[in-house]
């Protein structure tokens, strides 16, 4: 276990390499870190340690003192175990490859849908080893029920959501005079961490955990960092099929329509930095589960491809998969025919290439 120790330099004297008598040491320090060139701005605070090992020398952690250090909840949790943990489904058969082993996990059961109405308790936040994101144990004040979400980012234990899906409370209803003023309703229902019909939310603000339908729970922006921006609210006649959608932009940059009673819940996901994380040595990964990724091009010519022949020749063929489909190149595996009708923009692929080909 990583333990923390705080070290002093010395003042600078002749004997001061010799003697510390007041010294202390640390093996963690908090590293200021700028991102990639990616158009991101700012930067942040990262964990490194002191190079005791070589596995910890490139190790880079997101700095996440508030999380809770015991046991889930354990009524909320299932245990993981059989073949789904070496990616083969019901017949034994690999269907997704480069998985196996890792550590004992219990699967946390989230809730998605938030159909929950009143106000729910945040007892406090913890790591989910099956997501990138935290998750927050809630307790309904009424009925003291506990439930798992998503965690936003800033949510902390003794924070106060509520989920609107079921309907606008009476006594808010009241407050504003038996009639929907959507100024005093934003203003008093659009907070972090509460979900949501997405008809409520006001125009340009960020949610994650977006539904695509009434009945079903959330669906999109649901990993570390993620948020999704309402665009526009279609207006039509009631009744029509257009006033039933809510547009909105995910991070791919895909604009697509929701159900206008889709869920959402206000805010980011939390734990952003997940993605500048750095394990550190290849036995983190095998800790979380991953198997190591080997290249066609050192196989076998009866394991690949790619496999085979003298030195690094992959056979004067073009780049394709262990199962013989083209890949790399541009190779389109979408058919033009089978649109989705929801999706209002795509998402810019190969780079944004063909977009600007297309501007210009």
């Known amino acids: 276990m990583l333990k923390p120790r705080i070290w002093t330099h ?3 004297g002749a004997c001061s390499c010799f003697f510390r008598p007041a ?4 093996y963690a320090t908090v590293a200021e870190t700028s991102p990639p060139s990616s158009g991101e701005k700012g930067s942040f605070a990262m964990r490194s340690y002191k190079p ?3 596995g910890i020398r490139h190790l880079r952690r997101p700095i996440n003192d508030h ?8 009524p909320l949790t299932i245990a993981k175990k059989g073949q789904g943990k070496g990616g083969r489904n019901s017949t034994g058969r690999v269907t997704v490859r480069h998985r196996g082993g890792g550590h004992k996990r219990r699967i946390r059961t989230v809730d998605f ?8 308790l945040v007892e406090r936040i913890e790591h989910d080893p099956g997501r990138s994101a935290h998750i927050a144990l809630l307790s309904n004040e009424q009925t003291e029920r506990k439930s798992y979400i998503v965690a936003a980012e800033g949510m902390r234990a003794g924070d106060v959501v509520e989920s609107y899906r079921s309907g606008i409370p009476k006594d808010l209803m009241a407050s504003m005079g038996g009639v929907v003023d959507p100024g005093v309703l934003a203003a008093r229902t659009a907070w972090r961490g509460n979900c949501l019909p997405i008809h409520m939310v006001p125009i340009g603000s960020q949610v994650y955990n977006v539904g695509s339908r009434r009945e079903r729970g959330a669906v999109f922006c649901r990993s570390a960092g993620t948020f999704a921006i309402v665009v526009s609210k279609d207006q039509d006649s009631p009744g029509s099929k257009s006033d039933k959608y809510v547009t909105v932009k995910l991070q791919s940059g895909e604009v697509r329509k929701v159900s206008k009673d889709a869920c959402a819940t206000i805010g980011v996901a939390s734990n952003p930095n997940h993605q500048h994380r750095q394990l550190g040595k290849a036995g983190r990964s ?3 589960g991953i198997r190591p990724t080997v290249r066609g091009l050192a196989m076998n010519a009866s394991d690949h491809p790619h496999g085979g022949g003298r030195g690094k020749s992959k056979g004067n063929v073009h780049p394709v998969s262990i199962w013989g489909v083209p890949t790399k190149s541009g190779y389109k ?3 033009k025919s089978n649109t989705n009708k929801f999706v209002v923009a795509a998402r810019p692929r190969n780079q944004g290439k063909r977009r600007r080909a297309k501007q210009s």
């Open 10 to 12: 010395g003042s600078g």
């Open 23 to 26: 010294s202390t040491r640390s």
């Open 52 to 54: 005791r090992t070589p």
């Open 67 to 74: 999380l809770w250090k015991g046991r889930p909840f354990l």
């Open 113 to 120: 849908s938030r159909l929950d109405p009143g106000k729910h």
């Open 286 to 288: 095998r800790w979380l």
């Open 333 to 335: 595996t979408r058919k």
